[in-house]
């Protein structure tokens, strides 16, 4: 895929953040857009720039992505709309942190819902349209915690991981079978976006404290850079984008000390996260 114009491109996760980047960044290329939300209010404000932005047309649906049989309807029904689609951004995500004997379960089936299961969805409903469309695309993001792991981010973790592993899987698949659908895996690093603010915490964390600390300490790349680093990855059909210099560093750190870099974010991990909470 050379060019984003005249595609009809979906996009999940679409009322703020890497969503509504992706979404503007799109318009001002020329796309036919597709977004859905479950925040219907920040989606309408998403339309509206796009549509000022310049998209020649969009659609707005509010969807749950963990919703199998939604996300299936809805990719029906954006394709008989358009009579075909060509990229599916699989970005709706949210976060949970906390150590593993800490969570709760309704928690750990909620992030493993919409972070796993939602990409799963979207990527599985839409992947018959891409591959008639003769031209498609796969975007699907994980993490740079899908590369690499850390404390009180377990299930955050495993839920990235398996959207690396099933994405790195179905680019294979696409080739061997000849099919003209590109797949590419992402892995933002500290994006500046609201998604630790709305994130669910353990008993043992302080919410305040979590969110305050990634947006001061981690937080370092513009929803705008990421998705103008994502938009270059699709157009050169990268397998892989890594987006933000903290996402390439630790990437990097992972690959050359190989397992050994879990005892130094263990030792690092003691001295910079929030202190957590003594539960009586």
């Known amino acids: 895929m050379k060019t984003l114009e005249n595609k009809v491109v979906v996009i999940t996760g679409a009322a703020s953040g890497i969503g509504r980047a992706l979404a503007l960044d799109c318009a001002r290329r020329g796309s036919l857009l597709a977004l859905?939300?479950?925040?219907?209010?920040?989606?309408?404000?998403?339309?509206?720039q796009a549509?000022?932005?310049?998209?020649?047309?969009?659609?707005?649906?509010?969807?749950?992505?963990?919703?199998?049989?939604?996300?299936?309807?809805?990719?029906?029904?954006v394709a008989d709309q358009h009579g075909r689609v060509n990229v599916v951004v699989n970005n709706a995500g949210v976060a949970l942190a906390g150590d593993l004997v800490d969570l709760d379960w309704p928690d750990i089936d909620w992030i493993i819902g919409i972070n796993f299961?939602?990409?799963?969805?979207?990527?599985?409903?839409f992947l018959p349209h891409l591959i008639a469309s003769g031209d498609g695309?796969?975007?699907?993001?994980?993490?740079?915690?899908g590369l690499v792991s850390m404390p009180g981010q377990s299930i955050y973790n495993a839920t990235k991981y398996?959207?690396?592993?099933?994405?790195?899987?179905?680019?294979?698949?696409?080739?061997?079978?000849?099919?003209?659908?590109?797949?590419t895996v992402v892995h933002p690093g500290g994006i500046k976006t609201a998604i630790a603010r709305n994130a669910r915490v353990s008993s043992r964390e302080d919410q305040a404290s979590t969110a305050s600390f990634f947006d001061k300490?981690?937080?370092?790349?513009?929803?705008?850079?990421?998705?103008?680093?994502?938009?270059a990855g699709v157009l050169s059909d990268k397998s892989r984008v890594l987006v933000g210099?903290?996402?390439?560093?630790?990437?990097?750190?992972?690959?050359?000390?190989?397992?050994?870099?879990q005892d130094v974010v263990a030792k690092v991990s003691k001295k910079v996260l929030p202190a957590k909470t003594t539960v009586v």
């Open 36 to 48: 859905s939300d479950v925040d219907e209010a920040g989606l309408a404000e998403t339309a509206e």
């Open 51 to 77: 549509r000022a932005a310049g998209a020649r047309e969009v659609r707005t649906d509010r969807l749950d992505v963990a919703d199998r049989d939604a996300m299936t309807a809805y990719a029906d029904s």
């Open 117 to 125: 299961s939602g990409v799963l969805n979207g990527t599985k409903a």
């Open 137 to 145: 695309h796969v975007v699907n993001l994980s993490s740079l915690f």
């Open 162 to 183: 398996a959207v690396r592993g099933m994405s790195e899987a179905l680019r294979i698949e696409m080739l061997a079978a000849g099919h003209r659908v590109g797949v």
């Open 217 to 231: 300490k981690l937080a370092k790349t513009t929803p705008e850079k990421a998705a103008e680093v994502i938009v």
């Open 245 to 261: 210099s903290d996402a390439h560093a630790l990437h990097w750190f992972g690959k050359l000390a190989g397992a050994r870099y």
